[in-house]
T-cell receptor
Framework: ETGVTQTPRHLVMGMTNKKSLKCEQH?????MYWYKQSAKKPLELMFV???????ENNSVPSRFSPECPNSSHLFLHLHTLQPEDSALYLC???????????????FGPGTRLTVL | KQEVTQIPAALSVPEGENLVLNCSFT??????LQWFRQDPGKGLTSLLL?????REQTSGRLNASLDKSSGRSTLYIAASQPGDSATYLC???????????FGPGTRLSVLP
């Protein structure tokens, strides 16, 4: 257990569905991340939230919509996805020091998403 | 744009061997570098974090080194065990450690 939980662990959805992934961290961190891990590709950073403010968006399509209501919770809202969006979606958290320096990242177990 | 590569892509060794995993990055202006292990279908477990000002970090049987000038990091695993079998990922962070760029990983199998 890393202190970062994700639900659901598995999700199957159609291309017209709307669903949300949830991440919660119990480490007292103030930065949270979404990553995508596709087969045969390196892990890709999608979004970064620092003190609930989105500070990074790595050219992610608008069908992925993140939400960070507080520093402990992070959501990824999904709508009109494509089959190529099928992947393992990982959430991570870290502590941001004074001066804006980020400490090591701790990852959740991931949500395995299949888009039919 | 930072690119991270890892060699070898896969490695199979008998139990008890010492081994070295390699990670290379193209932009030496990194803030830190982190090594992870990932078991099949699972999330990532942090192993070691090396700050840009450090040369190495040790945890138990693991030792990670960093040479920024040559754009390389190595992960040394001593006396390997079957439980070490996993995929090992390195990630180079820039921008104060906010943005991690991951390598493709090395899949390690330790045979009993």
């Amino acid at each position: 257990e890393t202190g970062v939980t994700q639900t659901p662990r598995h999700l199957v959805m159609g291309m017209t569905n709307k669903k949300s992934l949830k991440c919660e961290q119990h480490l007292g961190h103030n930065a949270m991340y979404w990553y995508k891990q596709s087969a045969k590709k390196p892990l890709e950073l999608m979004f970064v939230y620092n003190f609930k403010e989105q500070t990074e968006n790595n050219s992610v399509p608008s069908r992925f919509s993140p939400e960070c209501p507080n520093s402990s919770h992070l959501f990824l809202h999904l709508h009109t996805l494509q089959p190529e969006d099928s992947a393992l979606y990982l959430c991570a958290s870290s502590q941001v020091q004074r001066g804006g320096l980020f400490n090591e990242q701790f990852f959740g177990p991931g949500t395995r998403l299949t888009v039919l | 744009k930072q690119e991270v590569t890892q060699i070898p892509a896969a490695l199979s060794v008998p139990e008890g061997e010492n081994l070295v995993l390699n990670c290379s990055f193209t932009d030496s202006a990194i803030y830190n570098l982190q090594w992870f292990r990932q078991d099949p279908g699972k999330g990532l477990t942090s192993l070691l974090l090396i700050q840009s000002s450090q040369r190495e970090q040790t945890s138990g049987r693991l030792n990670a080194s960093l040479d920024k000038s040559s754009g390389r990091s190595t992960l040394y695993i001593a006396a390997s065990q079957p439980g070490d079998s996993a995929t090992y990922l390195c990630a180079a962070a820039d921008n104060y450690g906010q943005n991690f760029v991951f390598g493709p990983g090395t899949r390690l199998s330790v045979l009993p």
